[in-house]
């Protein structure tokens, strides 16, 4: 199961660097979680300063 981000998001970006699928992009306003790349690792969840990034 993939994550999503939230409208919690502050577009901070540190979610992007730790992706090790690439799966994070810069969305409008907020980043955006693609899906169908997620590996559900987890990785952003840690990375995420306000906890905008959830299992979806």
Do not use: L, R
């Not at 540190?14 to 409008?28: H, K, L, N, Q």
């Not at 306003?29 to 997620?38: F, G, K, M, S």
Request: charged share 20%; glycine share 6%; with cysteine.
């Amino acid at each position: 199961m993939a994550h999503k981000i939230t409208d919690a998001c502050i577009a901070c970006g540190s979610c992007v660097d730790v992706c090790p699928v690439e799966a994070i992009s810069e969305g409008d306003p907020i980043y955006q979680i693609d899906p169908e790349v997620c590996t559900d690792c987890g990785t952003c969840v840690e990375q995420c300063p306000v906890e905008a990034i959830q299992p979806e």
